[in-house]
C-alpha cells in the first residue's frame, strides 16, 4: 500500500544538541560527542511555526512487538517482508541506526522508556513490577497539560505485566484491554493486530482532539506461529520448518495489518493531522533461538551471518506534520523516542530525561541496561561495546578493534547513568490510584454509609456485581458511588484482579470459569504462573495462556 503523502511536511530544527532535564548530567558526555549529519538530505535550518490549539497534531505512538530492523526493505525470495513500512519510511523520518535498551521488563520497559525517557531498572526487576507506584512524568502527563486525551490501547489483560498499575504510574487518562478487544481471531496473548487496528480506529474517531494514543501491538509475539490464514508469502525452502520462517511470516502480517489501520485513519480523517510513530519493543530473534536451520535462513537473508549487534536493532519511524522525511543516520534508542517526539509536537517535555532528540543529531552511547545483551554494553558511532567480553566490533565491518579511551570513558558514563536515573526514579512522588482495582462481589452483598455494619445502608448488590475500590481494611473495600460519595462494603471471600505469581503443583486443567463444570479447553503442567485474578480463600486464579483467553485453575 501507498501510503497517502502528507501536505503538512514542515522543516526540522537545525542540527544541535537537546538540553533535556539531564542537561547537567551530560555534559561531560557531550563534550566528547561530536554531532554528525542529521540526515541524508539535510533538513532546513529554519523553524518550525508554533502549533496553535488549534492546530495542535495528534500523536499515535505503535509498538510492533518483537519488530527487528532487519526485516525492512529485505525480500524472503522475491516477497517484500514489510511492504507497508517500506513505503512508509520513504515518506518518514526514518533512523535506521536504532537500538533497544530493556530491562528484565521485556515489552512494558520499552513502553516506559518510549513515555518518559528513562532507564528501566537493573537485574531482575522491572518498572512495571517494582516502580509502578510512583508518578512518572513524561509524554502522557506533558501533553494532558497541553490539552490533550491521554489512551493506551492493548489486546491483553491489562494485569499482565502489571500494566494498569504502570499506565496509572505514567498518567494515561484511560486504556483498553482485553475486555474491549475481546478474544476473536487470537494471536499470542489476545485478539489480531486487525481487531486492535479496527477497533482503535473508530475510539479515536471519536476521541476529542487532540489525543495521544499508545497502541501495543502483539501479532508478531513469539512463538511467532500464526494462524494459517494469517500467512500470506510463499517462501523459499530454506526458510521452512525454523523459527525465521515463522518470524517472517508473523512480521508481514503485522505490517499488512498496520497498511490497513492507515487506510482506516485516511477515511476517518485522522492522517493528515496526526504524527505516528512506530518502533519495536525488543529482539525478536534472539541469539539462543538461532540454531543451525535458524543461522543458514538467517544468512540467505541478510547476506552474511546474523550476530548479536543484528539482534539489537530495532525500527524507529516518526511520520506527519512538522517531520522531515528523510533517513536520519544518528545512532538511537528507546530512551531518544520521548524528547525526538516532544521536537516533533513543539513542547518541553517534563522532568529529568536521559534521552536526546534524534532530529538533532547528537551522538550518544545507546546503552542495554540488562536484557537482551550483557548489561551496560553500547552502541557509539560505528562502535559496539560487549561489557561481558570487554571488547569493541567495528559496526561496518563486523570485526574487532581496539578499545580505545573514549570508549572506556563511555562504558564508565553509562554505568553513571544508570545510577543517576535510578536515584532519579526513587525521589519521584507516589502516583495517584487513578483506576481503582477491579471486585466482584460472589454473593449478595450490602454497601454502608460507613466502615461499619451497624451504619446506613446505601446500596445493595447481587452476586456478580463489579466494583472499583480504592482502597481496603481487611474484608472492608471503600469505593465510589455514581455521585462520587465514599461508600463501604463488607466481602470475605471477593474476586480481585491482581499480578502475582503462583505455583501450579500438578498437571491440571484449565476451565473458562472458576467451576469444574465449565468447559476446559486446555491442561497447564506444573509450573509458575502469573495470576491476573484471584478468587479469595477458594484457590481459584485467572492465568494467561497461549489460546488467547484468560483460563482458571485451581492451586489448591
Not at 521485556?106 to 537493573?122: K, V
Not at 509524554?139 to 491483553?156: F, I, Q, S, V
Not at 480506529?201 to 497502541?215: D, I, R
Amino acid at each position: 500500500m501507498a501510503v497517502k503523502a502528507n501536505a503538512l511536511l514542515v522543516s526540522l530544527l537545525s542540527i544541535g544538541l537537546l538540553v533535556t532535564g539531564c542537561s547537567n548530567n551530560n555534559d561531560s558526555l557531550n563534550a566528547a560527542a561530536t554531532p554528525s549529519s542529521s540526515a541524508s538530505s539535510s533538513p532546513s535550518p529554519e523553524t518550525p511555526p508554533a502549533v496553535t490549539d488549534a492546530a495542535k497534531p495528534n500523536l499515535i505512538v505503535i509498538q510492533l512487538e518483537a519488530f527487528q530492523s532487519f526485516l525492512l526493505n529485505r525480500s524472503a525470495g522475491d516477497q517484500e517482508i514489510t511492504p507497508v513500512l517500506n513505503e512508509f519510511i520513504k515518506e518518514s523520518a526514518y533512523f535506521p541506526r536504532f537500538y533497544l535498551q530493556n530491562g528484565a521488563g521485556n515489552t512494558s520497559d520499552a513502553e516506559f522508556m518510549a513515555n518518559t525517557s528513562l532507564h528501566p531498572l537493573d537485574g531482575g526487576h522491572s518498572i512495571a513490577m517494582d516502580a509502578a507506584d510512583k508518578a512518572f512524568p513524561g509524554l502522557p502527563r506533558t501533553l494532558k497539560k497541553e490539552g490533550y486525551a491521554t489512551l493506551t490501547l492493548h489486546t491483553n489483560n491489562v494485569m499482565f505485566w502489571n500494566r494498569k498499575e504502570l499506565y496509572a504510574a505514567l498518567g494515561f487518562d484511560r486504556f483498553y484491554d482485553k475486555s474491549f478487544f475481546g478474544t476473536d481471531n487470537a494471536i499470542a496473548f489476545g485478539a489480531s493486530d486487525d481487531i486492535l487496528y479496527e477497533k482503535s480506529s473508530e475510539v479515536l474517531s471519536q476521541t476529542n482532539q487532540p489525543f495521544y494514543a499508545q497502541l501495543i501491538s502483539m501479532s508478531s509475539h513469539y512463538s511467532y506461529k500464526i494462524p494459517d490464514k494469517y500467512q500470506s508469502l510463499t517462501l523459499p525452502a530454506i526458510y521452512e520448518e525454523n523459527m525465521v520462517g515463522d518470524y517472517i511470516e508473523a512480521a508481514h502480517y503485522a505490517d499488512e495489518a498496520l497498511g490497513r489501520f492507515f487506510e482506516e485513519l485516511q477515511e476517518k480523517k485522522l492522517w493528515d493531522n496526526t504524527v505516528v510513530a512506530i518502533y519495536g519493543d525488543h529482539t525478536g530473534m534472539m541469539m539462543n533461538f538461532v540454531k543451525e536451520k535458524e543461522a543458514a535462513a538467517l544468512k540467505e537473508l541478510l547476506g552474511r551471518d546474523y550476530d548479536q549487534i543484528d539482534a539489537l536493532g530495532v525500527p524507529f519511524i516518526v511520520h506527519g506534520p512538522n517531520v522531515k522525511a528523510g533517513q536520519y543516520d544518528t545512532v538511537g534508542g528507546h530512551l531518544d523516542i520521548m524528547p525526538t517526539l516532544a521536537d516533533v509536537l513543539n513542547v518541553q517535555p517534563e522532568g529529568t530525561t536521559f534521552g536526546y532528540d534524534l532530529l538533532k543529531g547528537a551522538e550518544h552511547p545507546v546503552a542495554v541496561r540488562a536484557s537482551f545483551a550483557p548489561a551496560g554494553s553500547f552502541v557509539f558511532g560505528d562502535s559496539y561495546y560487549d561489557t561481558k567480553l570487554k571488547k569493541t566490533t567495528d559496526l561496518p565491518s563486523r570485526k574487532e578493534i581496539v578499545t580505545d579511551e573514549t570508549i572506556q570513558r563511555l562504558a564508565g558514563e553509562v554505568t553513571s547513568r544508570f545510577r543517576q536515573s535510578d536515584d532519579y526514579i526513587k525521589s519521584l512522588p507516589p502516583k495517584e490510584n487513578l483506576y481503582g482495582t477491579k471486585l466482584t462481589v460472589m454473593e449478595k452483598t450490602k454497601a454502608y454509609e460507613q466502615k461499619d455494619e451497624s451504619s446506613k445502608v446505601v446500596e445493595k448488590f447481587s452476586a456478580g456485581t463489579v466494583i472499583d475500590f480504592f482502597k481496603n481494611d481487611g474484608d472492608w473495600y471503600q469505593y465510589a458511588d455514581d455521585q462520587g460519595n465514599e461508600r463501604w462494603i463488607n466481602v470475605p471471600q471477593p474476586m480481585i484482579e491482581v499480578y502475582k505469581k503462583v505455583h501450579n503443583p500438578k498437571k491440571t486443567k484449565a476451565y473458562v470459569e472458576p467451576d469444574t463444570s465449565s468447559k476446559a479447553p486446555i491442561e497447564v503442567g506444573a509450573q509458575d504462573l502469573y495470576a491476573l485474578k484471584e478468587w479469595n480463600g477458594t484457590g481459584w486464579v485467572q492465568v494467561s495462556t497461549w489460546t488467547g483467553k484468560d483460563l482458571w485453575i485451581n492451586v489448591n
